[in-house]
């Protein structure tokens, strides 16, 4: 599995978020885990409690074509080489169609970069350290019951609650899009702490309350903290580059 593009920007921009490891390398680790003990798994996501955003990585080729040999040695889908157009065209394109004897819909292909359109099931496991949830762990899978006796083994892959499990609860891999917000979250919350240390340093105060300054210009102004934070810090960056 690899990260999906915003989740590898967070990680490299606005990093690190684990101590003495490289993220990107223990997700990836896991995923491979994942992936001995749930071949149909096609993504998952990580979310962290302490900032607030989400880390997803889903299936890559290699992997949709292990998911391909599995479901071929299952007994489906068939492939079927696709009619010449009425053009005359030489060449037949293969194509998969799903074989007649099997349910409708009971195998999904999963084209590349994308794990969402064949969700089937889902798992999702709280993270606890010491009774308080620090974090959860959504996985989604392309067959109904690829995760069914397995919560225990997932679960020890990324240190989650097993007696915590939900399955099916979000078979839109919704936290896909969660985590496609990782970067403008991590940067409008670097962008609020740059302002704040600005207004801070600048009248004398604690970060407390030159947040409350920060907040109430704001409010009087009538625009986002994002969007006010956002330009304090372009100015900052002009009056350095000057």
Same mark, same amino acid.
């Given at each position: 599995?690899?990260?999906?593009?915003?989740?590898?920007?967070?990680?490299?921009?606005?990093?690190?978020?684990?101590?003495?490891?490289?993220?990107?390398?223990?997700?990836?680790?896991?995923?491979?885990?994942?992936?001995?003990?749930?071949?149909?798994?096609?993504?998952?996501?990580?979310?962290?409690?302490?900032?607030?955003?989400?880390?997803?990585? @889903? $299936?890559?080729?290699?992997?949709?074509?292990?998911?391909? !040999?599995? /479901?071929? %040695?299952?007994?489906? #889908? &068939? @492939? $079927?080489?696709?009619?010449?157009?009425?053009?005359?065209? !030489?060449? /037949?394109? %293969?194509?998969?169609? #799903? &074989?007649?004897?099997?349910?409708?819909?009971?195998?999904?292909?999963?084209?590349?970069?994308?794990?969402?359109?064949?969700?089937?099931?889902?798992?999702?496991?709280?993270?606890?350290?010491?009774?308080?949830?620090?974090?959860?762990?959504?996985?989604?899978?392309?067959?109904?019951?690829?995760?069914?006796?397995?919560?225990?083994?997932?679960?020890?892959?990324?240190?989650?609650?097993?007696?915590?499990?939900?399955?099916?609860?979000?078979?839109?891999?919704?936290?896909?899009?969660?985590?496609?917000?990782?970067?403008?979250?991590?940067?409008?919350?670097?962008?609020?702490?740059?302002?704040?240390?600005?207004?801070?340093?600048?009248?004398?105060?604690?970060?407390?309350?030159?947040?409350?300054?920060?907040?109430?210009?704001?409010?009087?102004?009538?625009?986002?903290?994002?969007?006010?934070?956002?330009?304090?810090?372009?100015?900052?960056?002009?009056?350095?580059?000057?």
């Amino acid at each position: 599995m690899e990260p999906i593009p915003e989740t590898r920007e967070a990680i490299d921009e606005f990093g690190p978020f684990a101590e003495d490891t490289d993220l990107l390398d223990e997700l990836r680790a896991k995923g491979e885990r994942v992936l001995a003990l749930v071949p149909e798994c096609v993504g998952f996501s990580l979310a962290q409690a302490a900032n607030g955003v989400s880390f997803t990585l @889903v $299936a890559t080729d290699e992997d949709v074509a292990v998911l391909d !040999a599995l /479901q071929y %040695l299952d007994g489906g #889908p &068939c @492939v $079927a080489a696709a009619q010449a157009d009425q053009a005359g065209q !030489a060449d /037949q394109a %293969l194509e998969y169609r #799903p &074989c007649p004897e099997l349910d409708e819909g009971e195998w999904q292909l999963f084209s590349q970069g994308t794990a969402a359109a064949g969700v089937r099931s889902s798992l999702s496991l709280p993270i606890l350290v010491d009774g308080t949830a620090v974090g959860s762990v959504n996985l989604y899978a392309s067959s109904d019951d690829a995760f069914t006796g397995r919560h225990v083994q997932v679960a020890a892959v990324f240190d989650a609650w097993a007696p915590g499990a939900v399955t099916n609860a979000d078979l839109s891999f919704s936290t896909r899009r969660i985590a496609e917000q990782a970067p403008r979250i991590l940067r409008r919350d670097l962008h609020l702490e740059i302002a704040t240390g600005m207004i801070a340093a600048r009248e004398g105060l604690d970060r407390d309350s030159a947040l409350e300054r920060f907040r109430e210009a704001a409010r009087r102004a009538g625009v986002s903290e994002g969007r006010l934070a956002d330009a304090m810090v372009a100015i900052r960056r002009m009056q350095q580059s000057e």
